[in-house]
């Protein structure tokens, strides 16, 4: 079992619409979880942190459920720009004790006028 | 935030010959990383630089292939050496300090794609 997965989509949406992304972690002992944006050709840039309690930022909203170790993003009110990848993102303790983050492989958004 | 530049930005190269690649941060950062990132897959990590020491490296991935330096809090090279088609990829330099930013939060640089014919 992958230890970050997603599905790949390609997610094609118009403009205006809402959509969600879900993203599901094997490591139990995860510690904390993001969301990163990846445009085409570009680095990763963290969208947001993921909390237990859920949190929102602007359009963008993310849910945690350790139980089910499970995340999602939810996108409304899509816009032109939010087009790119989106990677779930999950940070573990390594065995040599130091924290590292595992990507997922990431959601593909294209967001049509 | 960090800025974290990356020189060369792209290159081509012929197999069985060596590509070393520079990362700069804008600030002393505790832990600096070098992953890779090949068409259509997610970022994998091959080490995580270690100032004045050895770097540590991922399952996968030895020195003799990809030696790497940090010489200082700001600075590290990765070599990907004897080079094949294989390693075409793009290699992406990242930075995390939990004095500095969030704890947790990572930026990377903005990537070296590496072709190799």
């Known amino acids: 079992r992958k230890e970050v997965e997603q599905d790949p989509g390609p997610f094609n949406v118009p403009e205006g619409a809402t959509v969600a992304f879900n993203c599901t972690y094997s490591n139990s002992a995860s510690q904390s979880f993001f969301w990163y944006r990846q445009d085409c050709r570009k680095e990763p840039k963290l969208l947001m942190s993921?909390?237990?309690s859920g949190n929102e930022d602007g359009r963008f909203t993310a849910q945690l459920n350790r139980a089910s170790q499970y995340i999602s993003l939810l996108i409304r009110d899509s816009k032109l720009s939010d087009s790119a990848t989106y990677l779930c993102?999950?940070?573990?303790?390594?065995?040599?004790?130091?924290?590292?983050?595992?990507f997922g492989k990431g959601t593909k958004l294209s967001v049509i006028p | 935030s960090a800025v974290i530049s990356q020189k060369p930005s792209r290159d081509i190269c012929q197999r069985g010959t060596s590509l070393t690649i520079q990362c700069q941060v804008d600030s002393q950062v505790t832990m600096m990383f070098w992953y890779r990132q090949q068409p259509g897959q997610s970022l994998t990590l091959i080490a995580t630089a270690n100032q004045g020491s050895e770097a540590t490296y991922e399952s996968g991935f030895v020195i003799d292939k990809f030696p790497i330096s940090r010489p200082n809090l700001t600075f590290s090279t990765l070599t990907v050496s004897n080079l094949s088609p294989e390693d075409s990829s793009i290699y992406l330099c990242?930075?995390?300090?939990?004095?500095?930013?969030?704890?947790?939060?990572?930026?990377f640089g903005p990537g070296t794609r590496l072709t190799v014919t």
């Open positions: 990242s930075a995390r300090d939990r004095d500095i930013f969030s704890p947790y939060e990572q930026y």
């Open positions: 993921v909390y237990s």
């Open positions: 993102v999950v940070n573990s303790q390594s065995g040599a004790g130091s924290y590292q983050l595992t």
